[in-house]
T-cell receptor
Framework: DTAVSQTPKYLVTQMGNDKSIKCEQN?????MYWYKQDSKKFLKIMFS???????INETVPNRFSPKSPDKAHLNLHINSLELGDSAVYFC????????????FGPGTRLTVT | SQQGEEDPQALSIQEGENATMNCSYK?????LQWYRQNSGRGLVHLIL?????REKHSGRLRVTLDTSKKSSSLLITASRAADTASYFC????????????FGSGTRLSIRP
């Protein structure tokens, strides 16, 4: 009964590769997010989708492309990976009208070598 | 730049003592939330305080909000080893209902 799940948990890949991270939530929430947490634990929002519609797109390189096939899933595809993309990526969800209280997945640690 | 800045960056206290963490922010907010992150895990929501509230309690947690000073504090009373974690404040800006912005976090260590 995991509320927000992400796969994979760890991802090690070489520069230039393309990779995807998947996220699913079973809470029935309308809104999903991707965050990036760097080595200093600074957590920054990247994207947000509400009911499959992109509503937040922060200043993120266009190598990053989110895709929401339905409101329970939000995947993140990254092209041409760079060393600086190494971080922990968190998916989260929230329900409209809940004051934006967010439920986080366990994170995906991406290491680019 | 960051909406929220937290102070201190790191805090180490003896088990049983109280821990206080502070958060300052820059713009008008709808609410402020505190989250905990255990090492290697995702963030967990602890408590939310709305802009028209000044203080809120939840178990051993006490949160205050001073909108005139744009600051908040999180007090954990009677700390336990299991409280060891990073604590983040997050603000829901008045100008953007869809997102919350996280502070830089405080790493709390409880010594047995």
């Amino acid at each position: 009964d995991t509320a927000v799940s992400q796969t994979p948990k760890y991802l090690v890949t070489q520069m230039g590769n393309d990779k995807s991270i998947k996220c699913e939530q079973n809470l029935g929430h309308d809104t999903m997010y991707w965050y990036k947490q760097d080595s200093k634990k600074f957590l920054k929002i990247m994207f947000s989708y509400n009911n499959k519609e992109l509503i937040i797109n922060e200043t993120v390189p266009n190598r990053f492309s989110p895709k929401s096939p339905d409101k329970a899933h939000l995947n993140l595809h990254i092209n041409s990976l760079e060393l600086g993309d190494s971080a922990v990526y968190f998916c989260a969800s929230s329900q409209v009208g809940s004051d934006n209280e967010q439920y986080f997945g366990p994170g995906t640690r991406l290491t680019v070598t | 730049s960051q909406q929220g800045e937290e102070d201190p960056q790191a805090l180490s206290i003896q088990e049983g003592e109280n821990a206080t963490m502070n958060c300052s922010y820059k713009t008008s907010i709808n609410n402020l939330q505190w989250y905990r992150q255990n090492s290697g895990r995702g963030l967990v929501h602890l408590i939310l305080i709305r802009s028209n509230e000044r203080e809120k309690h939840s178990g051993r947690l006490r949160v205050t909000l001073d909108t005139s000073k744009k600051s908040s504090s999180l007090l954990i009373t009677a700390s336990r080893a299991a409280d060891t974690a990073s604590y983040f404040c997050a603000t829901a800006p008045y100008s953007s209902a869809s997102k919350i912005i996280f502070g830089s976090g405080t790493r709390l260590s409880i010594r047995p």
